[in-house]
Every structure is written in structure tokens, then in C-alpha cells.
Nanobody, 119 residues
């Protein structure tokens, strides 16, 4: 099994920056894609950004040019650098990992970290 531990959320003013981190732990597993999703108040969970083990990235249109996802495969850690934050970025941000254990693939989620952007 894999555990995902997130850090880096908080309160920031509009235009500010935050960096989220998510460390994956567990043995006997292969971590494939990792990423970030978010769920705002009264909204459905939505994709923010993903990154494959090879470094290919995908972003939601709403964050392109402002957010950057990266990962350190040696540390099994994924990062989300968020710049030019807007009040509409306020949400709980969840780390995600696509994991292969033996021959089966599983989705793992972190506990979520709150990001609040004040206007």
C-alpha cells in the first residue's frame, strides 16, 4: 500500500504564491502518474495537474501559465507551485497517485490540504 502525505496549504492574498508537496511512501509499489485535484466549496472535484513518471504534464485550462507541477522520482514526491493565485483557486487540494502493485493498478489519494485565497 501507498500513503500520500500533503503539505504546504494555507491562506494567501490574491496574487500570491504557495507550493504544495506530496510525499508517497510504501514498498513494493511502482508509482506511475501523480497529480493534484481540487474541490472548492459546493463544487465537484476537478483535475488541476498531472505528471507522468517520465515528466509529461497536463494542466487544467484554468491554471495554465500560473501553476507548475513537478516531481522528484527519487523521493516519490510531487510538487505544485502555484503563482498568481486567485480567490477562485480556493479549495481543498488533493494529491493523487496511480500505483501498480504486482500486476494491479490502484488510485491513491491524500487527505487534502486547504488553500484559501483572499481578495
Amino acid at each position: 500500500q501507498v500513503q500520500l502525505v500533503e503539505s504546504g496549504g494555507g491562506l494567501v492574498q490574491a496574487g500570491g504564491s504557495l507550493r504544495l508537496s506530496c510525499a508517497a511512501s510504501g514498498s513494493g509499489s511502482t508509482i506511475n502518474a501523480m497529480g493534484w485535484y481540487r474541490q472548492g466549496p459546493a463544487k465537484r472535484r476537478e483535475l488541476v495537474a498531472t505528471i507522468t513518471s517520465g515528466g509529461s504534464t497536463n494542466y487544467a485550462d484554468s491554471v495554465k501559465g500560473r501553476f507548475t507541477i513537478s516531481r522528484d522520482n527519487a523521493k516519490n514526491t510531487v510538487y505544485l507551485q502555484m503563482n498568481s493565485l486567485k480567490p477562485e483557486d480556493t479549495a481543498v487540494y488533493y494529491c493523487y497517485a496511480d500505483v501498480t502493485e504486482r500486476t494491479l493498478r490502484y488510485d491513491y489519494w491524500g487527505q487534502g490540504t486547504q488553500v484559501t485565497v483572499s481578495s
